[in-house]
């Protein structure tokens, strides 16, 4: 494990330095015993000619010691045997310490062999090589590798693997790992052996292999240029009618990277692992992606439309990283996010275009808003490129993935979709089998398109949500419209410091994507200084501190739509009335701006609730909403996946994310008073709309289907909000007659969050069959558990503690951590925050738990502690007491300090 007893020192960007020994070829040779695993390791290495410290140290005698001496890192490995060049070394030739092996003298080029034991089993960390289940696997980004063997663990090192694996038979029939099978053969005692060759060089975080008892399912793509791929996912026995779904998703995905980007995949092989104890989503190692159960498997019966698409997001994701990210590499962990970044854009554009575009833009703006702008604002804020780190795994976040999509998003937006993929041609042929940097990728969208980045690059460097005010002028003589823009940008934390010494930040250049709406529809325009023709969209560049565009020839005063598309990552401040915001509601061509002028519709009448909640006022519904709404409800049903969008109240949390101070008790209650008002006032029309979307045929999993569900889900959630009376019949009735996950986890979901104590009953046996019924799927348990840690009602602290007492909760297994005191600490925050800071201390003891078995999985748990400073006084000093607390403990991971550190 990651402990250290000195404090974990920081990394900067700045320090890179080229590394000094490369290694062109890597053989491995792994034995998997009964409890532990030898790894030999043949390293084919030579100096760097391309190292600055090669040329500085050539020719000065006085360094020579230094310049010959191979630091590799190493953690948690017992060296058995070391040798360079067939001689074993001494050990006066070499030192081990917790982190490193340092030989003091190689030659300029040379072979190292090293035998090093492993204790897979013992491995909770789930970082190199671990069991989960029936199976060994591997997951070696960032740093795991270094836990497999001593090796130069950078990104910017590529080498040549060659793979054999060592195992018993019966135990471990399936061996497999990166690249085409070379050979296989059997070793007497019951043991076999396989050998795999990956012929493209890559970095040692994209090494991966596999032993277990597998099934498989097969499948065949034909690439463009006509070579066969063969598809093989791998899963426990169980699970083989769960694989469908993922396997056409990939294919889906396949073709897309071909027709959208030009891209082929390389090899004639292509596998899938699916592992039930993973630390993320699925890792993209090459030619063999190792995916959580929770991604990649799917079935009606056990997966919720939501699932679905997420199985079909991911398995699109990882395999969008053979090109941006495996054939093209970062050259260091600063560079993160050129290849999530990038993959992430390119996985939402896939998932547009197979399902709605409107949907999946609201899904990642929803996503943006509260987690993204929540960690900009916190004391982890950091910028898309950091400058510097403690623990790589902390910078796994939403400003990497989803906040670098965007920036990318603002780059096609800028060079529209031609000259973007000319820019990502020339990026990916120029760089290919290279390890490079964001610079790189921005110059070669610079290149195409003859334009200047330098300000743009503020995007990657700079943290924190600049925000963006925007105020109009209509000149009725003059026919003129003039709209006033000014940026500015919080200080971050993290900048305080610097900021104090009178550094500014710089301004942003922000595309602002403008339509002018009136009742009758979108006017076409032009705006002054751009040389666009008269057209009803244009994207507008902000680049000053304060800036004003002028639109001639503009007949009445329109309404402005801006930032269309959610153009650029940005608090958008402009001062709309609730007529201006009903009328962007019913008119704006822009789905996204609909939608979002429906949740500003909604923020502004919570926020005036919210002030007469703390005032002890009455509250008292304004009709605004309930009249908007009516209207929507009695449209066409023809986009009922923009109905239910714009249909759904903001969430809690982003209530959270907008407030001076977070009052999480008014957030709840005027959220519920609204649910239920809305619910009452036009149950008649929820009550038709639930009716008219029952589907007739058995389940589909298809974007008009997907929309049906989540339309009829959201009127049963009103109607009981209501408490109408023939809501809880319509509750029970669905649970109980739902072919598929969807129908009925929705089903439960309401009624174990109904307050009526008849419903309390029938979610108790509600809950109870569907353990009966599930308990042998994890992947379904983790749903009953998810339920229940969300329930709102009073009481979650105590119900949470029972469930982390059940007997099928397991503290190892990452997907039923999140499922329990993730979702209680991140999705129930009435219960998490109740007086008395309880949730507080509870939160504190499982990172305190979890510390010592699984550092990565404590550190990103600790995240709604982190945010402290958002809160009451009172909540505060509770809050940070348990910082404080976590912060004495003796040996904490690096993971958990860096977290802990930064938020104090
Ligand atoms: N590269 C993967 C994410 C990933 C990162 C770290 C992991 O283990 C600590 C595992 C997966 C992706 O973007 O999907
Ligand atoms: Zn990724």
Redesign the pocket.
């Known amino acids: 494990m990651a402990m250290k007893d000195a404090q974990p020192g920081t990394i900067h960007l700045k320090d890179y330095e080229a590394p000094r020994y490369l290694i062109d070829k890597t053989t491995l040779k792994v034995e998997i015993e009964q409890d532990k695993a030898k790894v030999y390791a043949t390293l084919n290495m030579r100096r760097n000619p391309e190292s600055d410290y090669s040329d500085n140290c050539s020719g000065n005698p006085l360094d020579s010691s230094l310049d010959s001496s191979l630091v590799l890192s190493g953690q948690q490995l017992s060296l058995e045997h070391i040798a360079i060049n067939g001689a074993s070394l001494t050990t006066e030739q070499y030192v081990v310490t917790e982190e490193e092996l340092t030989i003091h003298q190689v030659p300029d080029q040379f072979e190292l062999v090293t035998e090093v034991i492993i204790y897979p089993k013992q491995n909770t960390s789930l970082?190199g090589l671990y069991k989960s289940r029936t199976m060994y696997c591997t997951?070696c980004?960032?740093e795991g590798f270094r836990r497999i063997t001593y090796y130069l663990d950078r990104p910017d090192v590529m080498s040549e693997f060659t793979t054999t694996i060592i195992a018993d038979q019966s135990e471990c029939p399936v061996l497999l790992a990166n690249g085409n099978p070379i050979g296989s053969g059997k070793v007497g005692d019951g043991r076999h052996w396989a050998t795999w060759h990956d012929p493209f060089r890559k970095p040692a975080y994209l090494f991966a292999m596999v032993a277990g008892d597998l099934s498989v399912v097969e499948d065949q793509f034909t690439t463009c240029s006509g070579r066969i791929v063969d598809i093989r996912l791998y899963v426990e026995p169980k699970d083989k009618d769960k694989c469908g779904h993922a396997i056409q998703s990939l294919k889906h995905a396949m073709t897309w990277d071909e027709q959208v980007y030009g891209r082929e995949y390389d090899l004639d092989l292509f596998m899938i692992v699916a592992v039930d104890d993973f630390?993320?989503?699925?890792?993209?190692n090459k030619g063999l992606n190792i995916f959580n159960t929770s991604c990649v498997l799917a079935h009606p019966e056990t997966t919720t439309d939501a699932g679905f698409q997420r199985v079909e997001a991911v398995v699109a994701?990882?395999y969008f990283h053979n090109w941006s990210g495996n054939r093209v590499t970062c050259r260091d962990w600063f560079q993160l996010s050129l290849k999530?970044g990038f993959t992430v854009f390119r996985d939402a554009e896939f998932s547009a275009d197979m399902g709605s575009r409107t949907v999946k833009r609201v899904e990642d703006i929803n996503l943006l808003r509260t987690v993204q702008f929540a960690e900009d604002a916190g004391p982890t804020a950091h910028p898309v490129q950091p400058a510097s780190y403690m623990e790589i795994?902390n910078f796994?976040t939403v400003t990497i993935y989803e906040k670098g999509a965007e920036v990318v998003r603002m780059i096609h937006t800028l060079l529209g979709p031609e000259l973007f993929r000319q820019g990502s041609d020339l990026y990916f042929s120029r760089h290919d089998g290279q390890a490079v940097t964001i610079e790189d990728f921005v110059a070669a969208m610079a290149e195409v398109s003859g334009r200047d980045f330098s300000q743009f690059m503020n995007w990657y460097r700079q943290a924190g949500t600049p925000r963006l005010s925007v105020r109009s002028e209509y000149d009725e003589k003059a026919q003129q419209y003039r709209l006033h823009f000014k940026q500015s940008c919080e200080v971050t934390k993290l900048e305080e410091g610097k900021q104090q010494q009178g550094k500014q930040k710089n301004p942003y250049q922000i595309p602002v994507k403008v339509g002018l709406v009136t009742e009758q529809g979108d006017l076409a325009f032009s705006a002054s200084d751009e040389k666009n023709p008269r057209e009803k969209s244009q994207v507008i560049e902000i680049t000053e501190p304060e800036q004003t565009v002028v639109f001639e020839g503009i007949e009445t005063c329109p309404v402005p739509s801006l930032l269309r598309g959610f153009s650029a990552p940005v608090k958008l401040d402009y001062p709309y009335s609730r007529e201006e915001l009903a009328l962007l509601m019913s008119h704006d061509s822009d789905g996204v701006n609909r939608w979002d002028a429906s949740q500003q519709l909604a923020i502004q009448l919570m926020q005036s609730l919210m002030e007469d909640y703390r005032a002890s006022k009455p509250l008292v519904m304004d009709d605004c909403l309930s009249q908007a709404y009516a209207k929507i409800l009695s449209e066409s049903a023809d986009d009922r996946a923009m109905q239910a969008l714009v249909l759904t109240l903001p969430s809690e949390l982003l209530l959270a994310e907008i407030s001076d101070e977070i009052d999480v008790e008014a957030i709840h209650q005027v959220r519920r008073f609204l649910c239920g008002q809305l619910g009452s006032i036009l149950s008649d029309q929820w009550r038709d709309t639930y009716h008219a979307n029952i589907s007739t045929g058995s389940y589909i999993h298809n974007a008009s289907e997907v929309a049906q569900r989540s339309l009829k889900n959201l009127a049963l959630r009103y109607l009981a909000n209501a408490k109408t009376e023939d809501s809880l019949a319509l509750v029970q009735s669905q649970f109980d007659e739902a072919d598929n996950m969807t129908d009925r986890l929705a089903a439960l979901s309401t009624l174990v969050n109904d307050p009526r104590p008849e419903a309390a009953v029938l979610a108790m046996q509600a809950l109870e069959s569907f353990f009966n019924d599930w308990h042998h799927e994890p992947l379904v348990l983790n749903q009953w558990f998810q339920v229940q840690a969300a329930c709102s009602l009073p009481g979650g602290l105590s119900r949470v503690k029972a469930l982390m007492e059940h007997s099928t909760f397991d503290l190892h297994n990452p997907n039923k951590v999140r499922s329990v005191i993730g979702v209680f600490c991140n999705s129930n925050p009435v219960n998490f925050h109740c007086d008395g800071g309880e949730g507080y201390r509870f939160l504190a003891d499982q990172v305190l738990a979890l510390d010592k078995l699984n550092p990565?999985i404590a550190a990103r748990l600790l995240t709604p502690l982190t945010r402290w400073r958002r809160f009451s006084e009172q909540k505060q000093a509770l809050m940070k007491g348990e910082l404080v607390r976590i912060m004495s403990e003796p040996k904490l991971s690096s993971d958990t300090y860096e977290i802990v550190s930064k938020s104090l």
Request: proline share 0%.
């Open positions: 970082e997951q980004e960032a630390n993320m989503g699925a890792m993209e994701h990882e999530e795994s796994y990565q």
